[in-house]
Nanobody, 121 residues
Framework: QVQLVDTGGGLVQAGDSLRLSCAASGRTFSRSAMGWFRQAPGKEREFVAAISWSGSTSYADSVRGRFTISRDNAKNTVALQMNSLQPEDTAVYYC???????????????WGQGTQVTVSS
C-alpha cells in the first residue's frame, strides 16, 4: 500500500513558476508509476503528467514544455515543476500512484489529498 501527501500549491501570477511535491510512504513506491492530475471547479479530473518507475515520462499536450515531472526513489518523492503558469492551470492538483504508466485516472490506485494551485492574470 502507498500513502501520498501532496504539498507546494499556492497563489501565483501568470508567468510564475511553482513546484509541487508528493511524499510517498510504502514499500512499493519505487515500483509504482506516479502521476499528477488536476481538477478545476466544474470540470472533470484531467491528466497532467506521469513517470514510470524507470523514469519514462508522459505529459498532457497542454503542459508539455512547461511542466516537468521527476522522481527520487531514494527519498520516495515525486515532483512537478511548473513554469510559465497560466490562469487556465488553476486547479487542485493530485498526486497518484499505480502499477503502470498511464493517462487515465482509473489506472491509478492511490491518491494524495490534493493541493490548490491558483494562477492570477
Amino acid at each position: 500500500q502507498v500513502q501520498l501527501v501532496d504539498t507546494g500549491g499556492g497563489l501565483v501570477q501568470a508567468g510564475d513558476s511553482l513546484r509541487l511535491s508528493c511524499a510517498a510512504s510504502g514499500r512499493t513506491f519505487s515500483r509504482s508509476a506516479m502521476g499528477w492530475f488536476r481538477q478545476a471547479p466544474g470540470k472533470e479530473r484531467e491528466f497532467v503528467a506521469a513517470i514510470s518507475w524507470s523514469g519514462s515520462t508522459s505529459y498532457a499536450d497542454s503542459v508539455r514544455g512547461r511542466f516537468t515531472i521527476s522522481r527520487d526513489n531514494a527519498k520516495n518523492t515525486v515532483a512537478l515543476q511548473m513554469n510559465s503558469l497560466q490562469p487556465e492551470d488553476t486547479a487542485v492538483y493530485y498526486c497518484a500512484a499505480g502499477p503502470f504508466l498511464g493517462t487515465l485516472a482509473t489506472m491509478y490506485t492511490y491518491w494524495g489529498q490534493g493541493t490548490q494551485v491558483t494562477v492570477s492574470s
